[in-house]
Each structure stands twice: as structure tokens, then as C-alpha cells.
């Protein structure tokens, strides 16, 4: 009786044992995933190292952050212009690589008050501490949109508003003109996005924003009647044949229409779209390739970076750097 007695409790005890083993196994899993889902680890990864700006160089560094939109354009003075913050949760990568390029000093755009562009600008701004932020027209009450301008205020960070023939300009001749939105009476945030204009000697680039198709039609149609309509003082916007276009909704449907695609004829494309089914549209894929346009996405190349010097332009991933 008491050698069965001592099995079974041996028994008994083996099963506890096994009990709490996979009690243990579930509870790390569980942490890993929850640590996962609040901080990335690729967040905890440390930036990559960045060469240095050659002379008379510009940069755009168009940045992977798994959805929504983030892009530093580096001027050759070595002032950088930082637009939008992604979706956060990039934690210190985005500001150490910004920080990388040792910027003579630091601005920051706002193209739209959506998530998508302000999950992370409170911590781009509190990291870099830019001297000016330019503001969309359309304003929204949200918390990512509340923290950032406080991130701004506690920097002493002055804030302008960005409309219509704003003009961001820099003595090497590099500059960017906002052609859109019109005024700040607008109502629809996605609509009254910013789209800049960038060109620095002959290359020339669209940086899109949230717009939809309705608000391409309207940029055409103006652009048909006067191709000067865009112009500011010695900043002159010509849009045709483009060196290279950010689509608009990071390349997802209701924007990026063939008619607007075959105006521009941008000869790269650029796509900071988040991973999974469903991010980058199929039919705008298509309408890419059918206008003859090569596309670069974020979600597969990691961060893009285009390089213009001397007249021309290349294009680097993580892959080729």
C-alpha cells in the first residue's frame, strides 16, 4: 500500500510539474507577443549608419514605417525637412537615423492631421526639437494631433500654417511649393492634404499626401488652362514628366487615378505602405506599371533613399546600400 501510495503521489507530482512547465511557456509566449504588439523589436534595432552627404547633394529618405507616411528630405545646405510621422513605433530608429545626418537644423511638415501621419511626430518632435512646424489646414482633435502640438510648444518650436503657395525654399536652389490645399475653409482632411512640389536643378518630385482622385482631377484640370497657375516668383512647377511621385494613401485605392498617373509620367514611384494583404492596391499597381513608372515600396525595401547630385538621381534600398 505505501509503495502505491508513493507512485501515485510521484505521479501527482510529475503532472503539477508539467502543469506548470507549460504555465510558464504560455505566460513568457504571452509577454513576448504583448512587448511585441506595445514595442516592436524593430523599433529596439539601432539605426543604421547613414553616409555622409557628398557636396551639392540632396537626399529623400523615405522611410519604413509599416504603414503610414514619414519622409526626411535632406537639402544640400544640410537643413532637413521632415514630412509627417508615420504611424509611431519606430521608438528611437527614425530619430537616431534623422540624427545620423547630423542636420544643420530641423523643420517639420504636417501634410495631414490623420493618424497615419501624426502616430509618431510627438516623438520625432521631442528627439530633434525642429526650429519651425508647418501645420495642415485642416485641423483635427485627436489625441496623436493634441500631442503633437504640445511636443511643439514644450520644444519652442514656431508653427505656421501650409496652404496654397507656400514656399519652402533653401539658397542652393532646392525648393518645395505647396499646390494643394486651397484655403483653410476646407472641411475634408483627406482633401485638404498638402502636396508638395519639389525640384532641385532638373529632378523633380511630387510628395502626395491623403488626396483622392477628385483632388488630382482638379490639379489637371487647373494645370491644362495655365501651366504657370502653380508657380511662385522664381519657383516654377511643372508637373509633366516627373523625375519621381510619392502616391498619394500610400498607393491604396480612391487615388493615383491611370488619367493622373499617364499626366505625371514620373519615371520612379515611391510607396510607404504597411505590410499585409490589402495595403498597396492591386489596380494601382497596375496603373504604375502601365504608366511606365518603377516602383519602390517601403514594406518590402525597408527605407528607400534617392540621391541627387549633378543633375541625376539614384535610388537605394536597404538591400543595395
Known amino acids: 500500500m505505501r509503495n502505491r501510495s508513493c507512485a501515485e503521489r510521484g505521479k501527482r507530482i510529475r503532472l503539477w510539474l508539467r502543469i506548470a512547465r507549460c504555465a510558464a511557456v504560455f505566460l513568457v509566449v504571452g509577454a513576448l507577443a504583448l512587448f511585441e504588439y506595445l514595442c516592436p523589436m524593430r523599433s529596439l534595432l539601432p539605426a543604421p549608419r547613414v553616409a555622409a552627404r557628398e557636396e551639392g547633394e540632396l537626399r529623400l529618405h523615405f522611410f519604413d514605417t509599416d504603414g ?29 537615423y534623422i540624427k545620423a545626418l547630423n542636420p544643420a537644423r530641423v523643420s517639420v511638415v504636417l501634410t495631414n492631421p490623420g493618424y497615419g501621419h501624426t502616430g ?62 486651397y484655403s483653410m475653409g476646407e472641411t475634408d482632411a483627406d482633401e485638404a492634404s498638402s502636396v508638395l512640389y519639389l525640384q532641385y536643378g532638373e529632378f523633380r518630385a511630387l510628395l502626395c499626401s491623403d488626396t483622392t482622385a477628385s483632388r488630382e482631377e482638379k490639379l489637371m484640370n487647373e494645370y491644362a488652362i495655365d ?39 514620373a519615371e520612379t514611384g515611391i510607396v510607404s505602405c504597411g505590410r499585409g494583404e490589402g495595403s498597396f492596391s492591386g489596380e494601382v499597381a497596375k496603373r504604375l506599371h502601365s504608366a511606365g513608372t518603377d516602383v519602390y515600396r517601403t514594406d518590402e525595401l525597408g527605407t528607400v533613399v534617392v540621391s541627387v547630385r549633378n543633375g541625376e538621381y539614384r535610388v537605394f534600398t536597404q538591400e543595395t546600400e
Request: net charge negative; proline share 5%; hydrophobic share 40%.
Open 68 to 96: 503610414g507616411e514619414c519622409t526626411a528630405v535632406e537639402f544640400p545646405e544640410g537643413d532637413v525637412l521632415v514630412i509627417d510621422g508615420g504611424k509611431g513605433g519606430f521608438g528611437t530608429r527614425v530619430p537616431n
Open 120 to 181: 509618431g511626430l510627438a516623438e520625432l518632435i521631442s528627439a530633434l526639437s525642429p526650429e519651425e512646424l508647418y501645420l495642415p489646414a485642416f485641423e483635427a482633435e485627436t489625441g496623436a494631433y493634441r500631442r503633437a502640438i504640445a511636443a511643439a510648444e514644450r520644444a519652442g518650436c514656431e508653427t505656421k500654417r501650409l496652404t496654397r503657395y507656400g514656399v519652402i525654399a533653401r539658397d542652393s536652389g532646392a525648393y518645395a511649393v505647396c499646390l494643394s490645399p
Open 227 to 265: 501651366e504657370t497657375i502653380f508657380d511662385r516668383g522664381n519657383c516654377t512647377v511643372r508637373l509633366p514628366q516627373l523625375s519621381l511621385l510619392r502616391t498619394a494613401r500610400g498607393g491604396a485605392a480612391g487615388a493615383s487615378s491611370e488619367k493622373w498617373l499617364f499626366f505625371l509620367g
